[in-house]
């Protein structure tokens, strides 16, 4: 059915149509994205447009990149994620997976801003691009699994290094920023703490070891740290907060019971990181804190240990410089003049740890992912249809 689709509208497909198609595959990050996927690529198709696919091992997830225009050096790459995150729980008042235009010329549905509308934006230029006279190339670049932690970017960045001869220079990630110029991006990490601990009778605190007494250390160690890379003057302005933050979300089910001493307990934290900062050095302050506790608890209890692990690897932070050729290019090609940072994670920061100039530019309003009744205005997806074209013509003269 969606193959007809695109056949016959293939030519004349608005942003608005393609939205349509592409929020139809209901694509959570973690699921095989085939479906959205190959609906992409029949699109393409019939454009007479190349891609290369770059497939998870077993072949049930894959990214998706192309050019279009000439292989020379100093090309864009538009970047975005096909995934959505889930809707379970949440009250929706029209079908989620249905794009529903109300009268309040808004466009409801899960993925219309983050951040299918921005692909569809991307979709709705690809005639433009292929009858623009490019003097530089425009690449697609489409990942997966984004929502649970950007996990395809880095292999999609570096697969397209590999793949071109030519160099691009730069990469626009269509994240929802109400077309504003983003050049700043938190970077982040999720952590999983284990602690085992010894059993015992509850009167016995001081011979055997508690892990839950050793958790809420550790808690209170990661609050303090936080606050110390405040007093030290870890700060950047441009981040609300301005300053990286250690926060403790779940603390997992521990103890059996009130007089019985706990011997597991464990409890997972993210760290969302200011440019300045490094996950990993906050980690390893971490790591020899417990170290220490380590060496004192073992005395007790030889078999006391503090694992911790990764649960989500490493998003590096977005320090994108607003005075760079891809900002200026940007800046002067959207209304908005001022530049911004924002706190949530992207893939942004992954792109230009690959050596691309990147920065965050897409439509839509980043209070509306993620949440019940998602939308994105019809002014929204004009506007960022509006930017693709322009950023074509700019390219072209
Ligand atoms: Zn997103």
Redesign the pocket.
């Known amino acids: 059915m969606f193959n007809l689709t695109v056949k016959k509208l293939s030519q004349i497909m608005t942003t608005k149509q393609i939205l349509t198609q592409l929020v139809s595959f209901p694509v959570l990050g973690g699921d095989s994205n085939l479906s959205i996927l190959e609906w992409i690529k029949e699109y393409l198709d019939n454009h007479g447009v190349s891609y290369t696919l770059v497939p998870n091992e077993e072949g049930t997830k894959a990214s998706l990149h192309a050019r279009i225009g000439p292989a020379v050096d100093g090309g864009v790459i538009l970047s975005g994620?096909m995934d959505v995150v889930p809707v379970a729980g949440q009250e929706w008042s029209t079908d989620p997976f249905v794009l529903t235009e109300k009268s309040d010329s808004k466009l409801y549905a899960r993925g219309s801003c983050?951040?299918k509308g921005f692909l569809a934006c991307c979709l709705a230029n690809i005639a433009n691009m292929k009858a623009a006279n490019l003097k530089k190339p425009i690449y697609l670049a489409f990942s997966y699994d984004?929502?649970i932690g950007c996990l395809a970017a880095p292999e999609l960045a570096a697969h397209i290094k590999s793949t071109y001869q030519e160099k691009p220079a730069y990469a626009i990630i269509g994240?929802?920023s109400m077309m504003q110029c983003t050049v700043g991006q938190k970077g982040i990490v999720i952590y999983k703490t284990t602690v085992n601990g010894s059993a015992g009778h509850s009167s016995r605190i001081r011979q055997e070891v508690s892990a839950i007494h050793v958790v809420a250390k550790l808690i209170v160690w990661l609050e303090q740290k936080m606050d110390k890379l405040i007093a030290d003057g870890h700060i950047d302005d441009r981040f609300t907060p301005p300053h990286t933050s250690i926060h403790c979300g779940i603390l997992e089910q521990s103890g059996i019971a009130p007089n019985v001493i706990a011997d597991y307990s464990s409890f997972q934290w993210d760290v969302r990181v200011i440019p300045k900062d490094k996950a990993s050095d906050i980690r390893a302050d971490f790591t020899a804190y417990c170290s220490t506790l380590e060496e004192e608890y073992q005395k007790r209890f030889p078999d006391f240990k503090i694992v911790t692990e990764e649960v989500h690897s490493d998003v590096p932070a977005l320090d994108g410089d607003e005075n760079g050729e891809l900002a200026k290019t940007v800046l002067s090609l959207i209304d908005n003049k001022q530049v911004n940072a924002v706190s949530y994670a992207?893939e942004a920061g992954q792109f230009a740890e690959a050596d691309f100039e990147a920065i965050i530019c897409g439509p839509g309003d980043i209070a509306q992912?993620h949440r019940a009744n998602e939308f994105i205005s019809i002014e929204q997806l004009d506007l960022g249809t509006k930017f693709i074209s322009d950023l074509i013509d700019h390219l072209s003269d």
């Open positions: 994620h983050d951040m984004e929502e994240e929802p992207a992912a």
